[in-house]
């Protein structure tokens, strides 16, 4: 796994040991509870993920809240419908340092992904994972790990089909490529999943980010101790 710096070598990571006490500041609540500012600067690294990868502004709190609209709908349990909205929001950190645009760089952004997620204090436990196997597709073809057919948890699934829908013009383009895929990068089942919530009058809307899904205890101990991945992400969104 790859590893940051320690709060102790903070000069080496362009910033200060005063500068990151400063850093911490950005995660911390007058009332004690630091969810909520921790929730916010998931949602600004988030962005910072899409620019580094080229997505337009807020496209990953519209993936979220798309992953999330049909999670609902197949009546996903809570925890997982959690899990996905942050795995939607953090879908492209991996691309945050990395050379774009090649190839290779697109075929390790899930796995580097997942290994920025895994480092990320207080997120729900399925979280890396589901940003690693977003673009698994149903043929075996997707990557980074080529599973296919039930392999794929029906979460990631979801994170695909939000994506697909998302790069679409309008509605009916996006039915027009959820149907075209359908049994090639996305599951049969995903794909009869989002005709029927069309059917059903699905719409999405913007999604609050599930603060009760985050580890209170195991992001406050975080913040006294300076964690490396809480100053990367301070250093990212500042």
Partial sequence: ?????????????????DKSRKSMALF???????????????????AAGDAACGNA????????AAAVAFAEFAELPQDT???????GILHAVGGIGAVPASPAERWESPPRGVRICAQIPG???ETADLVRWQLESWDGTG????????SIPLAAQLLLLAETVLRAQDAEEALERVNAESGRSIAPAA???YADWLRDGGTIRDATPPV?????????????????MLLAIAQAIR
């Fill in 1 to 17: 796994m790859e590893t940051l710096p320690s709060g102790e070598m903070c000069e080496g990571f362009g910033m200060s040991a």
């Fill in 28 to 46: 911390q609540e007058s009332d004690g509870d630091p969810r909520e500012r921790f929730a916010d600067a998931l949602c600004a690294y988030g």
């Fill in 57 to 64: 502004p807020g496209f990953a709190a519209r993936k979220a």
């Fill in 81 to 87: 419908v959690d899990a996905l909205y942050f795995a």
């Fill in 123 to 125: 997120l729900p436990s």
């Fill in 143 to 150: 990557y980074p790990d080529q599973l296919r057919w039930d």
């Fill in 191 to 193: 794909a009869r999943l």
């Fill in 212 to 228: 009760r899904a985050l580890d209170a205890s195991a992001l406050a101990n975080a913040i006294k101790d300076d964690h490396p």
